[in-house]
């Protein structure tokens, strides 16, 4: 991808520090944000620089045009009631906010539910070898490793670069996804399937939060009985 440059000339165009990326090298496994940091700094598409590598080979030849439902699953709860009032006080048609303001914390876990068949994490857990429990935790935590997301694709038969794109590890502009995508599958729902996925979204939220509470809640009940 670089011919002629040496790791410090990487390093000054992608910011990855010189030790970071000699150690990678060093133990011949680089990275995927590291193979993406590259291939931009480059102007190479970084699902294509992924695809020279055995594990996403088939990035190219799989799905990569998204599902409806995956293309909602990265729209954040703001985006959605912003819609829902959009259409009840408007009488133009109501546009998507930018999703770049309202970032989506739960868009991995999103994702992952949107394509999940039923039985996908017991289907990944026994192609991969990782325990259920712990893709699980990692769902909750808001991350998924890059080749699990992949292999969680593949199992659903949903667009390959999808998962790249949920984890934050690609744009959906990198991913092929198309530029106005989300507005389309969002303006597809009538108004009971935008209020009810906005209910359950915020049913999801209030889970969260009513979680971090009791977590706040056991912490200082534990400091206080330590004295």
């Known amino acids: 991808m670089a011919p002629g440059e040496s790791n410090a000339d ?27 940091r590259v291939a931009r700094a480059y102007g190479k598409n970084p699902v294509e620089a992924l695809s020279d590598f055995e594990e996403y080979s088939d990035l190219l030849g799989g799905p990569w045009r998204p599902a409806p439902a995956e293309l909602i699953s990265q729209v954040s709860y703001i985006c959605i009631l912003q819609m829902v009032l959009d259409r009840a006080t408007s009488s133009g048609a109501p546009q998507c906010p930018d999703l770049d303001k309202h970032p989506h914390r739960n868009a991995i876990r999103s994702w992952f539910e949107a394509v999940d068949p039923g039985d996908l994490r017991q289907r990944l857990s026994a192609a991969t070898g990782v325990a259920p429990q712990n893709i699980s ?60 996925l906005a209910r359950d979204r915020l049913d999801g939220v209030g889970k969260q939060l009513r979680k971090l509470e009791n977590d706040v809640e056991n912490d200082l009940a534990l400091l206080e009985n330590l004295g």
Do not use: H, M, Y
């Open 137 to 196: 935790a990692q769902l909750s935590a808001g991350r998924l490793a890059p080749e699990l997301a992949v292999e969680a694709a593949r199992i659903a038969g949903a667009s390959l670069p999808g998962g790249l794109v949920a984890t934050g590890l690609v744009t959906p502009g990198e991913a092929g996804w198309p530029q106005n995508g989300l507005q389309q599958a969002l303006d597809a729902l009538t108004d009971s399937e935008l209020l009810f």
């Open 10 to 36: 990487l390093c000054r165009r992608t910011g990855i520090k010189r030790s970071t990326l000699g150690q990678q090298i060093v133990r011949g496994k680089v990275a995927e944000i590291t193979v993406v």
